[in-house]
């Protein structure tokens, strides 16, 4: 159950770019192409569960569990609860399609 937010319901610019920039540096600090990230800090450790990786692991992960609630209070609690079953069914089809079968 989550908190009604506090103060006003609508979502303004301020608030926008405050959550795309948390994204980005959750999502920026877990893995990226560069040397700079946790997945590669922890690969050159040897994958040895050091304190300061452990610690920094937890905060990433305390940093997606917040990312991902509040796109679940942006979107709608009930939104997400009826997704699941429609998006395991998308693409089964009764009848094949051609152009999703190989043709013999």
Known sequence: MMA????TDRLTVGGFLARFAFALVVVGATYN?????????ARTTGWEWRPPIVFVGVVLLIGWVICLRLTLRSIGGKTCRRT????????HSTRPDSRLHARS
């Open 4 to 7: 009604p937010m506090a103060g």
């Open 84 to 91: 699941p079953p429609s998006s395991t069914t998308w693409g």
């Open 33 to 41: 192409p560069t040397a700079y990230s946790y997945y590669a800090w």
